[in-house]
């Protein structure tokens, strides 16, 4: 059984959202602003900061998606306080407790550019892509690349439906992800020996995969933002690294970009990045993982467990380079 515990930032769920009510606690937050009324007066829940939040939470309604049953996972769920307060987001800081300063992060208006090889380029809008496309909820393992792994239920689209919205040209072969970039915003990216923003990038054939997910959401509501909110990349048999948080752009090319980590560290971090219990990291072992919340340690594997789904795309590859790093 999942329990959850809400974390402070969020709204209790008794006053999210009908849009009539919506629109009556936005003039009055236009009246807070205005200083006209005194903010938490009457009721605590009429803050500057819960009006922050109403303004951006367009998409609640949309949540909680149907469950796709046929990805499960034997093993527990990671409770949500965990998810989302032990995190990995070096726009907000090179350590695991940024969910504080992430909240800073404006996901409205969010637009998403989808440009490169494609039939043609696309400017859409966050709330018009998210009501083209078809939610629904799937649980899966997570695991970094630093031994530590989570088991989440997450929401989102196949990525396979970003590419037939997208209709990539018949040259291009990777699809190539970039964060948001704004230093007023995440302290991180003034640090410039970091090559922001954040990119990655997974061939077509990958993209492609039925397990490849666009992330908006998990836990049944919107995407926190410290999880990447409001568009994150899913890859599950892929160490957490190539699961590029807050895209903005899709980049449909020819040619194998460097990630972010592959310029920061190239020999550690590699293009392909498939979990494997037999391929360690240049500085420790990837045998076992720490499974977040339980004090449990265990075996690492092939694929992070998703082999029957992944394996075959790797078998030609194999031969011509060394795929995991
Ligand atoms: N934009 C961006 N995306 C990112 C990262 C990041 O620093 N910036 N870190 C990655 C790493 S290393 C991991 S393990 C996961 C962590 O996701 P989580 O914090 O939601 O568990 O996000 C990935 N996506
Ligand atoms: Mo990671």
Not at 64 to 73: G, S
Not at 88 to 116: C, M
Request: with cysteine.
């Amino acid at each position: 059984m999942l329990t959850r515990s809400k974390p402070t930032w969020e709204l209790p769920a008794s006053i999210a959202t009908t849009e009539a009510d919506f629109l009556n606690r936005r003039e009055l937050c236009k009246k807070i602003a205005a200083g006209s009324i005194l903010a938490g007066g009457p009721s605590l829940i009429f803050t500057p900061s819960a009006c922050a939040t109403q303004k951006k939470d367009l998409s609640t309604s949309l949540y909680p998606a149907t469950r796709n049953a046929n990805y499960k996972v034997n093993r527990e769920i990671t409770p949500e306080k965990i998810t989302t307060t032990y995190n990995n987001f070096y726009e907000f800081g090179s350590h695991k407790n940024i969910w504080r300063a992430a909240q800073r992060l404006q996901i409205r208006p969010w637009e998403v550019t989808i440009d490169g090889l494609v039939e043609r380029e696309i400017k859409v809008d966050i709330d018009t892509l998210l009501k083209r496309m078809q939610l629904e909820e799937r649980i899966y393992r997570h695991r970094c690349v630093e031994a530590w792994a989570i088991t989440v239920p997450w929401t989102g689209f196949p990525m396979r439906a970003l590419l037939d919205y997208a209709r990539p040209r018949a040259g291009a072969k990777y699809v190539v992800m970039e964060a948001f970039e704004d230093q007023e915003i995440a302290p991180g990216q003034r640090q410039f020996w970091y090559p922001w923003p954040y990119r990655e990038a997974v061939t077509i054939e990958e993209a492609a995969n039925e397990l490849s997910m666009i992330g908006t959401g998990a836990y049944g509501r919107p995407m926190a933002k410290q999880n990447g909110a409001p568009l994150r990349l899913i890859v599950p048999w892929k160490y957490g690294f190539k699961q590029i948080k807050s895209i903005v752009r899709f980049h449909f090319t020819e040619n194998r970009p460097l990630s972010f980590w592959q310029k920061v560290q190239g020999e550690e971090y590699g293009f392909w990045a498939n979990v494997n219990p037999d391929v360690d990291h240049p500085r420790w072992s990837q045998a076992t993982e720490k499974l977040l919340g339980t004090g449990k340690q265990v075996p690492t594997q092939l694929y992070n467990g998703y082999a029957e789904y992944v394996a075959e795309l790797y078998t030609g590859i194999r031969k011509k380079e060394k795929i995991f790093y």
